[in-house]
């Protein structure tokens, strides 16, 4: 399975246990917070936080929550002070990772990912490192014993899609996000429940991984910055065969 698949598959099983805590609320309401602060309170007029607010009702986050976090972002309740940063840098075998954050304290956060990094023999990078390296796309993974890649094909490119792609038992459906909101519902539509489904960084090359101690040093660390209160999203340009995965447990 590609890399990035791959990763999000397991982000997503975590996100269901991350939601019974409460904890996937937090990030999410974050992201609400954020986006009624660059754009406004009202989700029709604001794109990104249209976006956030399916991602909440999505794991069931309640409606008074998103509407405290939204008041919190246009300054009608305290609590919006956040700030976007992006931290760069490389995990084992020199993979690029990527990771978006939310903070209202970036030198706390700052020296909390370069820690990170090290105890999983990765190292944090400099502004502009690896970011060149990751084009924003969105992105549906669909099983492919869930739909014919023909009718898949065609009913993807109609709704707006770049490309889809076959890629060890699953479809990746890529689209710009300008047309992701439309091209998610025509998928949902057409009676098809996607594995995956999300605007994220993916990465224009992939680093094959073929060591299964190396593998997991990545897995680890991709890990251990998702479960960062400030991080909001973690992409990464490593591709782990489905016989390393095995290996190590994660298939």
């Known amino acids: 399975m590609a890399g990035h ?20 609320w937090s990030k999410l309401a974050k992201a609400i917070i954020v986006a009624a602060k660059s754009g406004g309170g009202d989700p029709d007029a604001n794109l990104r936080l249209r976006y956030a607010i399916d991602d909440a009702k999505a794991v069931s986050m309640p409606k008074e929550n998103i509407q405290r976090a939204i008041k919190r972002g246009t300054g009608e309740l305290d609590g919006g002070n956040l700030e976007e940063v992006v931290y760069e840098g490389y995990a084992a075998a020199g993979v690029a990772v990527l990771c978006e954050v939310l903070t209202d304290n970036r030198n706390r956060t700052a020296g909390e990912i370069r820690k990170v990094f090290e105890l999983s023999d990765g190292k944090l990078g400099g502004s502009g490192c690896v970011a ?4 924003s796309k969105g992105l549906i993974v669909i099983p492919c014993d869930a739909v014919d890649e023909d009718k898949l094909m065609e009913l993807a490119l109609e709704a707006g899609a770049e490309d889809v792609r076959r890629a060890e038992g699953k479809f990746e459906v890529i ?13 949902a539509d057409a009676g098809l ?12 090359n992939t680093i094959d991984i073929d060591d299964p101690e190396t593998a997991q040093k990545v ?3 991709m890990e251990r910055l998702d479960d960062h209160e400030d991080v909001q999203n973690v992409s990464a340009n490593f591709n782990i065969p489905d016989e390393v995965l095995k290996a190590i447990g994660e298939e």
């Open 219 to 221: 897995l680890k660390l």
């Open 132 to 135: 060149w390296m990751f084009d």
């Open 175 to 187: 689209c710009d996000p300008a047309v992701f909101r439309d091209l998610a519902k025509v998928i």
């Open 5 to 24: 698949s791959h990763w999000a598959g397991i982000k997503h099983k975590k996100a269901l246990i991350d939601a019974k805590r409460g904890k996937l």
């Open 193 to 204: 429940a996607p594995e995956v489904s999300e605007i994220t960084r993916l990465p224009q």
